[in-house]
């Protein structure tokens, strides 16, 4: 299975999770929102099924996430 099909396959099981929105904040005029704890670790599992691993680089004003398929010999990796 190409890098694509495996990271469309992650996309989908990522988007059939009931997350639940654990910040909060009363004083910036929102309550809930997502944090980091409320979805990374679902994230790592999924690519751990479907064979990708994930490495996120920051710059001065962009941060980049690089993905790459674990099954493949090269490991050319995504941007």
């Known amino acids: 299975?190409?890098?694509y099909l495996?990271?469309?396959?992650?996309?989908?099981?990522?988007?059939?999770?009931k997350l639940e929105k654990?910040?909060?904040?009363k004083f910036a005029g929102y309550y809930y929102y997502f944090e980091l704890g409320d979805f990374l670790i679902h994230a790592l599992r999924i690519f751990?099924?479907?064979g990708l691993c994930a490495?996120?680089?920051f710059d001065k004003e962009i941060a980049t996430m690089t993905i790459v398929d674990l099954?493949?010999?090269?490991?050319?990796p995504v941007t």
Request: charged letters at 25%; hydrophobic letters at 30%.
């Open 55 to 57: 490495y996120v680089s």
């Open 22 to 25: 654990t910040g909060y904040n």
């Open 71 to 76: 099954d493949m010999t090269n490991n050319t």
């Open 6 to 17: 495996k990271l469309n396959e992650a996309r989908a099981k990522f988007h059939e999770l």
């Open 1 to 3: 299975m190409s890098v």
């Open 48 to 50: 751990g099924e479907v």
